[in-house]
């Protein structure tokens, strides 16, 4: 436009569209980070392609000058007969921003290492945040209402002034009030899920909910494996957990087929576990269909668990463990994304941290990572594993599932699968005691203020926009 339209210079016109346009990256996956074909691109566009030719051979010139020529197989923008746009993105850009702590770490310490070390000055952070009067004024009338009355409304407009419920923490009425709420969110769900899937929930057991896109990063398959080691439990060797039901939403790109594979096994499972007399009284599994924002709002409110168990290193922030944190849900995940603020604004008492962290993942991979030796070292993987193989539920056997953890695992659900376990038998035993319980969700909700978008935009508009106010 700048230059074809309205006749400026190339110096003139990038110094523009430069100081105009700042780069937010969203994920690190490869997916995510497009590269183009020129062959398809240079036809389709032929003018957009000469521009992004000049502004490669421009910045390859300025990469030689700096006397870093070493970093260009990283950082050309077009290389091995492809576009990068990543690349494109970060030299058209004045500012590039991860969003959460751990994710705009990973950027400059690895996927973007070359062009820190080009651009020291021009990468930051702006961790993500969530709409709060939707995601509890509107998602949850009856906890925005009690929590108005007890600490009044200002937390509304500035979502930081809900730390004053902190307070009320040993407060055992006001505790014991917001677990009534909960059970009323609870059993509006439970009348959903009969309404819409014909299953009957209890009320009383542990809401353990896992909605997000379903991606094999973010393991549903690996909540998947516990519910099957529980089945087996509860079946055969005499397990009597504190009831729970597993909730599940998702949707799968269409073209991804393991992702319909998990759903699938999914599913499964619910039948083979309605289908026993025995197993059903413990636990259920649920998995709503038509996953969207109105549904997330009937199913956030009434969770006890928030699932955020991606593998460290892979989930760039998330914003489902701010909306279910926010609404009194205790976060049971890995150090990944946001869950790593979260579990700095709630303390070590308050979540159920598991598994490995991004450190020791990428060793792992280092090293290469030998899920056949996580089958061969534990009793529990190799006989949920081995049970996996004898499922067949509507005609359909899942063997697949299992030669694919044992001979891929690509997000090592096997690695982190016996902490897993462990942190679920932590959650069971510590919902029993129902006001360490209430006392832990109340926390939860009382430090979510940091997790405002309104705190986000204001930190894009002083850090990268350079808003100012006019007075």
């Not at 991860?98 to 952070?125: C, M, Q, W």
Request: proline share 2%; aromatic share 12%.
């Amino acid at each position: 436009l700048l230059l074809d339209e309205y006749g400026y210079s190339w110096d003139k016109a990038w110094d523009i569209t430069t100081k105009t346009f700042a780069y937010t990256n969203h994920t690190i996956m490869a997916e995510a980070l497009e590269k183009w074909s020129v062959e398809l691109f240079k036809p389709l566009l032929p003018r957009i392609y000469s521009i992004i030719e000049e502004i490669n051979k421009r910045f390859c010139q300025w990469v030689i000058d700096q006397g870093k020529d070493y970093t260009l197989v990283e950082t050309a923008i077009i290389y091995d007969n492809q576009i990068r746009m990543a690349n494109l993105s970060i030299v058209g850009s004045h500012n590039v921003n991860g969003v959460s702590k751990l994710h705009s770490d990973i950027l400059v310490d690895s996927t973007f290492r070359a062009f820190h070390e080009l651009y020291p000055t021009k990468f930051g952070n702006v961790t993500n945040g969530i709409a709060h009067r939707r995601w509890l004024g509107q998602a949850n009338p009856e906890l925005a209402e009690y929590l108005e009355d007890l600490i009044g409304d200002d937390f509304v407009k500035d979502l930081s002034k809900i730390d004053k419920l902190n307070k009320y923490a040993k407060d055992k009425k006001v505790v014991e009030k917001l677990q009534e709420i909960k059970k009323v969110k609870k059993e509006q769900l439970a009348k959903y899920i009969q309404e819409t899937t014909g299953i009957t929930v209890n009320p009383d057991s542990i809401f353990d909910v896992q909605v997000k896109r379903l991606h094999e990063y973010k393991r549903q398959l690996l909540n998947a494996l516990h519910i099957v080691y529980l089945y087996r439990e509860i079946k055969y060797n005499g397990l009597r957990p504190v009831p729970r039901t597993f909730i599940f939403a998702a949707k799968a790109s269409s073209g991804y087929q393991m992702a319909k594979n998990i759903i699938k096994f999914i599913h499964s499972i619910s039948q083979l576990i309605e289908s026993d007399e025995l197993v059903r009284d413990y636990i259920k599994v649920v998995f709503l269909p038509d996953y969207k924002v109105t549904l997330a709002e009937k199913i956030i409110p009434a969770a006890d668990i928030s699932e955020q168990i991606s593998q460290a290193g892979k989930e760039a922030s998330g914003t489902g463990n701010m909306k279910l944190m926010l609404n009194g849900a205790l976060t049971l995940g890995t150090l990944d994304g946001a869950n790593v603020e979260i579990h700095e604004a709630v303390g070590d008492d308050n979540i159920f941290i598991f598994g490995l962290g991004t450190p020791e993942v990428d060793e792992l991979n280092r090293h290469g990572y030998k899920p056949w030796e996580y089958y061969n070292s534990s009793a529990r993987i190799k006989d949920t594993l081995d049970f996996i193989r004898t499922m067949t539920v509507g005609g359909m056997n899942f063997s697949f599932i299992v030669d694919y953890l044992l001979t891929q695992d690509s997000y090592m659900c096997l690695a982190d699968f016996e902490s897993y376990v462990a942190a679920q038998e932590l959650v069971a035993k510590t919902y029993q005691d129902k006001e360490k319980w209430g006392q832990m969700s109340l926390i939860n909700t009382a430090n979510a203020g940091i997790f405002s978008a309104d705190r986000s935009v204001e930190e894009y508009a002083k850090d990268i926009w350079n808003i100012k106010k006019v007075k």
